[in-house]
């Protein structure tokens, strides 16, 4: 089943506002190349006589004080994302529908709002209420519902209620172009006669296909729901939900902390029936003006718990103070699981007490290594849930020889310790020098230099402005790029926008000033036989 | 173990050498077996001794490590990184490391590979890469605050103002409840007050000779001599425990070692009383740290 708010209910913010004033008709026009043409109305325009594809001349001829708007797609589409997310109090299965339609699968869902009537009906009152011109249609199929929301609606009668197995009945009186055929298949079956869907609900299958194509039938069997059709929800059904709907909206933190609190302890009721523990946990809030706020946490390790969910979603709201904006408060919380680990609890005592969530509110003093690695876990979430997972990070070795990509830098919640053993990394013994710098800079930075040999180590060289003399130096050693990407490569690939042009071979250096500054450079390329030029770039630091 | 209990903490120091086995104390109660100790010893003689019992470095404090130059990053990160490097031979857990985003810019990040070979396991080093100076020292507290950690590092560049006074005391006060070491490293920035137990003004210096033909001339490539052992000039300008002093260090990654290089002349110049900061740098200055007011 769907519900399908119509053509003028997605759209932009002008026609929002013309609801509410509809002093003058109003219209948002299109650019079609050769004219500009009226694309929807608001209902005083309709009223005047007005119809959507009329050119903009002959409307404003025929209603001078016509209010035109231009076109907004970007905003039309953040408009209708916004819608969708509010759609969210539903049903999580939300499909978007350029330009203007949405499509609710709320199978299983309607008994929470009053049945399928009353669902209807609410979304209906509420979204009236926001300023949207809306309508609606339930019915056995999505396509059905496309098709009767468009053409078996009113002003008087926004919303169209198909009980079970009567789609076939309610379609029948509907316009052809009611299943989402194109233009010229309908002009093509009303020159024969054919106009409405009764028309060809009884006719053999086989002159029709061969007629008109095999679209026309794979519709019309969508719409009786004879072929399935799925639709494609924005966002992923998360794996357990809890929520709380208020008859009067809260606004204050201390009232939402409390709802959390209890949210989490419904969620980690649902978790442990599971043995599992949350790895990605969101908050929703939709406030009582339709505007949605999601908060979104992930954790190092399975979780579950209660406080230790509201602790993590604190550390959340106090990153970015004032992110909440209650407004006039919200009337719906939600709690949502959508990462989920299998998390089996260990016993830390023999009264049976549990480890759940870890020891987030600061530190314990208990056992021995069980407390210091989820200590360490804990900190990690905290880090995370306040600067953003990926920006607490663990260094992962990969196998490549330029030093900028030697390293990644991993979110640490999300890698194990195995992958990130630097033992296979040489280490120089006894007065063996460093070879590698304390700190890189990343991008290297060019410098002036002075070599003597051409081939051979700088003399001196201007690094930010400042002239650093070389007192010492060893190299050089040659790292090469992947000979796929040098610049003999044979085997070059296309090349790509992000892919660097040039990638010559690379002899570095490392210097020491007449300070005692040790420094890594490179000349970058060979001389005579990739540039006659080279560059020299600073890239690292020793100690 | 990250915690000390207080009584032990208050009582007499155990001490731990570099190697992380607890050296020959005498009172050796049992706590020392499981590494129980607020003090880690740097196995520099001049060095150890200069602070409270002759013990080494102290554990669970706020140490201070800066360079006015940021071209200087080297020896900062240098002598930081020996520090560091010897807690977490004897403390078991990871490092915290934070990075202001004015330090990745000016010095760069911490190159896993060269962490390696100077002598920390880069899979031990947790990095958190703050937007803001206020979120690098929100995270330095709050691994202040986990005793699973081995050390906390916080890395700056230039005038921090939410570094002031208050913060550093909250960041040693953390430290001292918990027992977690935390250093401070300040690059491009001049010295100012700040509750640190140590203050260490890093600077570079010619690194050690090459005697790879013993008793021959000093080996090199060309005109260069080879580079030897990584060397700092280190002045202890500010001592809570003892008496402050310049001296140069010489770091052996391959024994993860510091020593104080004999051959150097006027090795410590130790000043009895007050603080004695260490000349500015020459006279070419690229980006000189902004000063505090």
Redesign the interface.
């Given at each position: 089943m769907s519900l399908l708010p119509s053509r003028g209910g997605g759209q932009a913010e002008p026609t929002r506002a013309a609801a509410r004033t509809a002093a003058r008709p109003q219209a948002v026009i299109h650019d079609s190349g050769q004219a500009l043409r009226l694309r929807s109305l608001d209902a005083t325009a309709v009223a005047c006589g007005l119809r959507p594809g009329d050119a903009l001349t002959d409307a404003r001829a025929r209603v001078p004080d016509l209010q035109v708007h231009r076109e907004a797609p970007e905003l039309e589409a953040a408009l209708l994302a916004s819608l969708a997310d509010w759609c969210d109090r539903y049903t999580p299965l939300v499909a978007l529908e350029a330009p203007d339609r949405l499509v609710l699968d709320i199978t299983g869902c309607a008994h929470l709002h009053g049945g399928e009537a009353g669902l209807m009906a609410d979304a209906l009152a509420r979204l009236q209420r926001q300023g949207f011109a809306v309508r609606a249609a339930i019915a056995d199929t999505a396509a059905a519902t496309r098709g009767l929301a468009c053409h078996a609606t009113s002003v008087q009668q926004p919303g169209v209620l198909v009980p079970e197995g009567e789609v076939r009945k309610a379609l029948a009186p509907l316009p052809l172009a009611a299943l989402g055929i194109a233009p010229e298949a309908v002009a093509a079956l009303s020159a024969v006669g054919l106009t409405r869907i009764a028309d060809i609900l009884g006719q053999p299958r086989a002159p029709l296909a061969a007629r008109y194509g095999l679209e026309l039938l794979r519709r019309l069997d969508q719409a009786l729901g004879e072929a399935g059709e799925s639709i494609s929800p924005r966002l992923a059904p998360p794996l357990i939900l809890a929520e709380r709907r208020l008859f009067e909206p809260v606004a204050r933190l201390e009232d939402i902390e409390a709802i959390l609190l209890s949210l989490g302890g419904q969620v980690s009721d649902a978790l442990e029936r599971r043995v599992e523990g949350g790895r990605l946990f969101e908050f929703t809030l939709f406030r009582v003006d339709g505007h949605v706020q999601r908060l979104m946490v992930g954790t190092s390790r399975p979780l579950r718990g209660g406080a230790a969910l509201l602790s993590l979603f604190r550390q959340k709201l106090k990153a970015d103070e004032g992110a909440l904006e209650a407004g006039f408060g919200f009337d719906l919380l939600r709690l949502a699981v959508l990462e989920a680990q299998s998390f089996t609890p260990h016993q830390t005592s023999l009264e049976g007490g549990c480890l759940e969530g870890g020891c987030l509110g600061g530190g314990s003093f208990g056992g021995a290594g069980e407390d210091a690695t989820t200590d360490l876990a804990g900190l990690v979430d905290r880090l995370g849930a306040r600067l953003g997972l990926a920006r607490v990070a663990r260094f992962m070795p990969v196998d490549h020889h330029l030093p900028e990509a030697r390293v990644h830098l991993v979110p640490a919640a999300s890698v194990a310790d195995a992958a990130l053993a630097w033992d296979c990394e040489p280490r120089p013994g006894g007065e063996a020098p460093l070879t590698r710098p304390l700190r890189l800079l990343v991008p290297a930075e060019p410098v002036d230099a002075v070599a003597i040999v051409p081939e051979g180590p700088p003399l001196r060289f201007r690094w930010r402005r400042a002239l650093y003399r070389v007192a010492r130096s060893e190299g050089p050693e040659r790292l090469a790029p992947p000979w796929w990407l040098g610049a003999g490569g044979a085997g070059r690939l296309p090349e790509t926008p992000g892919e660097p042009v040039h990638m010559p071979t690379r002899d570095y250096y490392r210097i020491e000033d007449e300070e005692g500054r040790r420094f890594w450079i490179y000349r970058d390329g060979l001389y005579e036989r990739e540039t006659a030029d080279p560059r020299w770039f600073l890239q690292g630091v020793f100690a | 173990m990250?915690?000390s209990p207080p009584a032990a903490r208050a009582g007499k120091p155990a001490r731990v050498d570099l190697a992380g086995k607890p050296a020959q104390a005498k009172s050796d109660t049992g706590q020392d077996k499981a590494g129980a100790s607020d003090r880690v010893r740097l196995g520099v003689p001049e060095v150890d001794g200069l602070m409270a019992c002759g013990a080494g470095l102290a554990l669970g404090a706020l140490h201070e490590i800066g360079a006015d130059e940021s071209?200087?990053?080297?020896?900062v990160?240098?002598l930081g990184?020996?520090f560091v490097a010897a807690v977490a031979r004897s403390r078991?857990?990871?490092v915290?490391w934070a990075c202001d985003p004015m330090v990745r810019r000016e010095?760069?990040?911490?190159?896993?590979?060269?962490?390696?070979?100077?002598?920390l396991?880069?899979?031990r080093?947790?990095?958190?890469?703050?937007?803001r100076p206020e979120?690098a020292l929100?995270?330095m507290e709050?691994?202040a605050?986990?005793?699973?950690?081995a050390a906390v590092v916080g890395e700056f560049h230039g005038f921090v103002r939410a570094l002031d006074l208050t913060a550093s005391r909250r960041l040693s006060l953390r430290a001292q409840e918990?027992g977690v070491p935390v250093f401070l490293l300040r690059h491009g920035a001049v010295a100012e007050p700040g509750a640190a137990l140590t203050r260490w003004r890093a600077a570079?210096?010619?690194?050690g000779p090459?005697?790879?033909a013993p008793g021959g001339s000093e080996p090199?490539?060309?005109?260069?001599?080879?580079?030897?052992?990584?060397?700092?000039r280190a002045a202890l300008d500010r001592n809570r425990e003892g008496s402050s002093a310049r001296l140069t260090l010489e770091?052996s990654?391959?024994a993860s070692r510091l020593a104080a290089p004999a051959a150097s002349d006027a090795l410590v110049s130790a000043t009895a009383a007050g603080p004695d900061p260490a000349a500015a740098?020459?006279e070419?200055?690229?980006?000189p740290g902004r000063r505090a007011g």
């Open positions: - | 990250p915690v071209r200087d990053c080297g020896a990160s240098g990184l020996a078991p857990g990871q915290l010095a760069g990040l911490p190159h896993a590979p060269g962490l390696w070979q100077f002598g396991d880069p899979a080093i947790i990095l958190v890469l703050a937007r979120e929100w995270a709050e691994g605050r986990c005793p699973a950690l918990s570079p210096a010619a690194s090459v005697s790879l090199g490539m060309g005109r260069h001599p080879f580079i030897g052992l990584s060397r700092w770091w990654h391959a740098g020459g070419l200055v690229a980006f």
